[in-house]
């Protein structure tokens, strides 16, 4: 079964932007399309970064994350999660990070492209293995 937002999932984005906007470490873009003077303009995109020690006993660097990067999907292939990830990139090293990382879905060979043109080389490969609930 594929993935679904639970009904309040807006207000409770809605509540915890003024705190992800507030912290230091937290980048957050939005991407527009149109004017904020236009009443059509609509969020088409949006990406977030967070500034974190790793490893996370020794914290021994500072490393940048691409925490979050969606473009609605209709508008996908127009180049603005490209901006997006360049952008973020250019903010999250202007943080005097030593090292970037980027978590990518499986499946997402767009997504790899764009963050590979960035410089972004694979690190980890993450498996997953769906449990029956129980467990089991």
């Known amino acids: ?33 149109g ?9 088409v995109g949006y990406a977030m970064g967070v500034v974190t020690r790793w490893p996370p ?7 940048g994350d691409i925490a979050e990067l969606h473009v609605l999907p ?3 292939g127009h180049g603005i999660g490209q901006r997006l990830a360049h952008r973020l990139t250019q903010l999250l090293v202007g943080r005097d990070v ?23 080389r694979p690190l980890y490969v993450v498996m997953k293995r769906p449990l029956a ?3 089991g």
Do not use: C, F, K, N
């Not at 679904?4 to 939005?30: C, F, I, K, T, Y």
């Open 57 to 63: 006993v020794l914290r021994s660097q500072r490393v």
């Open 1 to 33: 079964p594929g993935a679904r937002l639970v009904p309040d999932v807006r207000a409770r984005s809605e509540q915890h932007m003024p705190v992800w906007l507030g912290e230091d470490h937290r980048v957050v873009l939005v991407a527009q399309q």
């Open 133 to 135: 609930i129980g467990g």
């Open 98 to 120: 030593q090292t970037l990382r980027a978590t990518v879905p499986a499946g997402q060979p767009d997504a790899v492209a764009r963050l590979e043109a960035e410089g972004y």
């Open 74 to 76: 209709d508008l996908r």
């Open 35 to 43: 004017t904020d003077e236009e009443e059509d303009a609509r969020l």
